[in-house]
């Protein structure tokens, strides 16, 4: 399958990361360089972009959609990992990073992969990197009802995250659930009907959060990636769910620091640590014409963050 993948608030992406024509770029979550295209294309031959992922296939479909060009590295890897990566590749710091969260429309689109609930019967799945051994069986099969109902419900924001698990795990009893359609089944068998989407939609969803641990590390790794940036650059950040926009917001308050004196003082003896500024009070979104093109922004959100040492 061919990896198909559009770039959301891609204008809005280029224009945050202020991209210098000879400098060194991270996009995070390369995919299928949506984004990355339109970077590379703004960087000289003395510039550099270093494409991240845990998606072998997504690897794949960059190196060849980026073929054209000589001034890039991919390599297979989390983005949570981006600090070693550039150690090991004996770089300090880079002018811009970009993540763009959350799953792809190939990865949901690729049914044996088991991340779509509309899958006829594939697997259990939902690994980004398929080299993990851990996987959404894992999850549905060994979890307790209590770990469950806690994640459904934070990660999938399902109001009926108790009647799922505790269906979930009267199912197993008889035999593993190792297929997508099982699950589906279960569910719908567990909440009543509703026509505010897929019955499955926020269960597959915190599964898959939980799976490829897209939430717990975000806040560090935020804080991490701001200290690998040069003077002056930029880290942008696309969000598809609640929980990961609240983890970076909190992180970049945190990174651009507080003055703790009073307001009556000239100037500030507190000496408070700062690494920058938020570019973006509020988060972007995007526009009205994009979301009705690609159904995957509407829920999107980009935050912006600037490296200044606070002089």
Known sequence: MEFKHTPVMLN?????????????YVDGTIGGAGHSTEIIKKLSSDGLLIGVDRDDEALKASKEKLKDYNNFQLIHDNHDNIPQ???????????????????????????????????????????????????????????????????IFEYGEEKFAKSISKGICEARKN??????????????????????????KKT?????????????PLYNTVLNLIECLKEGGRLCIITFHSLEDRAVKEAFIEAQGKCTCPKDLPYCVCNYKSFGKIITKKPIEATEEEKKINPRSK?????????????
């Open 85 to 151: 990566i550039l150690q090991n590749l004996h770089m300090d710091k880079v002018d811009g990073i970009l993540l763009d969260l959350g799953v792809s429309s190939y990865q949901l689109d690729e049914r044996e992969r088991g991340f779509s609930y509309m899958a006829e019967d594939e697997k259990l799945d939902m690994r980004m990197d398929r080299t993990q051994k851990f996987s959404a069986i894992d999850v549905i099969n060994k979890y307790s009802e209590q770990d469950l109902e806690n994640i």
């Open 12 to 24: 809005e992406v280029i224009t945050g990361l202020a991209i210098k024509e000879n400098g060194i």
């Open 175 to 200: 035999s593993p659930i190792t297929t997508t359609k099982e699950l589906v089944n279960i569910i719908e068998k567990s909440k009543p009907f509703s026509k505010d989407g897929h019955p499955a």
């Open 299 to 311: 829920s999107a959100k980009l935050r912006i963050f600037e490296r200044k040492d606070k002089s």
């Open 204 to 216: 597959f969803q915190a599964i898959r959060i939980e799976v490829n641990d897209e939430i717990k």
